[in-house]
């Protein structure tokens, strides 16, 4: 499958790819996870698909995911309380843009997760957790698992993706040419590792978000609580949600999507 076999994968010796199932199709790599990480599979198991026929994306999009992708979900399971369990978006994010400038695509941050290079999509990051009661008080929940998934535009045309509503673009149109994939997921994994493993001082993770972010200093829109609202992105809080300045005042926005509405910024250089 696109060179990536059980077999080359184990050879990394990945902490996040100790069990690894590599498929040809699935419906979607996070469902596998998902179903692993309920049967008990250990921290650092990676799934892998050469294509998935029902791939989800945020905000219960679908994501195309035909051949020449990487499409990918990691189960982990941080030894950290449920309350960390958001972090794990950003800081995934800052992995994976760093392994992209490493495998030479200059990839952006948009808040809070998504990969732009040229300001146009290239790869997408799904975080969901499963969290539990662990006795004592009832806030006090660890989290049991959290599915990891990426999916990366690698190989491919844009025109393959069937995306109509979002400017989209792959490592193949960024590049001028393909990638092994093995070393994408190299450096993936390593990069991943990395930042999980300081999740903790999220404050160092979310100033290396803030070196490669392209939201903070732009106009957006976001729409929120049936509402839409538009202001300048200004900084993070310490926990990663974004302040706009807005004409009523500081919001502080927690999830969903935003706009960029101006290119406003001067390009910055790489990390
Ligand atoms: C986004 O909407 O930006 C997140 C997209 C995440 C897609 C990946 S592809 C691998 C994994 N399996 C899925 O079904 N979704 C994620």
Redesign the pocket.
Do not use: H
């Given at each position: 499958m696109n060179g990536l076999s059980r077999e080359v994968i184990e050879g990394l010796h990945s902490p996040l790819a100790r069990v690894v199932e590599v498929h040809e199709a699935?419906?979607?790599?996070?469902?596998r996870?998902r179903e692993l990480a309920r049967a008990g599979t250990p921290d650092g198991t990676l799934?892998v698909?050469g294509v998935?026929t029902?791939?989800?994306?945020?905000?219960g999009?679908h994501?195309g995911?035909p051949a020449g992708?990487?499409?990918?979900?990691l189960v982990l399971r941080p030894e950290f309380g449920a309350s960390l369990a958001p972090r794990i978006t950003q800081t995934a994010a800052v992995g994976v843009a760093k392994a992209l400038w490493e495998v030479g695509v200059e990839t952006r941050i948009k808040w809070p997760?998504?990969l732009l290079a040229n300001g146009k999509?290239v790869?997408?990051?799904?975080a969901e957790s499963s969290a539990r009661h662990a006795g004592g008080p009832a806030n006090n929940r660890r989290l049991d698992y959290a599915?990891l998934?990426?999916?990366?535009n690698a190989n491919l045309d844009p025109a393959d993706l069937g995306v109509r509503d979002r400017e989209i673009t792959t490592i193949r149109s960024e590049l001028g040419h393909d990638l092994d994939l093995l070393d994408l997921l190299r450096a993936l994994l390593t990069n991943l590792a990395v930042e999980m493993g300081r999740i903790r001082d999220f404050g160092a993770v979310l100033d290396e978000w803030r070196n490669l972010n392209c939201t903070l200093g732009e106009n957006v829109r976001v729409r929120r609580f049936g509402e839409t609202v538009e202001g300048r992105a200004v900084d993070l809080t310490s926990e990663g949600a974004l302040l706009l300045a807005a004409p009523q005042g500081t919001i502080e926005v927690f999830e969903g999507e935003i706009e960029h509405l101006a290119q406003g910024r001067d390009a910055e250089s790489a990390p």
């Open positions: 699935l419906a979607s790599t996070q469902d996870a799934v698909a998935q029902g791939g989800r994306g945020r905000l999009r994501w995911s992708g990487l499409w990918m979900s997760n998504d999509k790869c997408g990051i799904l599915i998934g990426v999916g990366m």
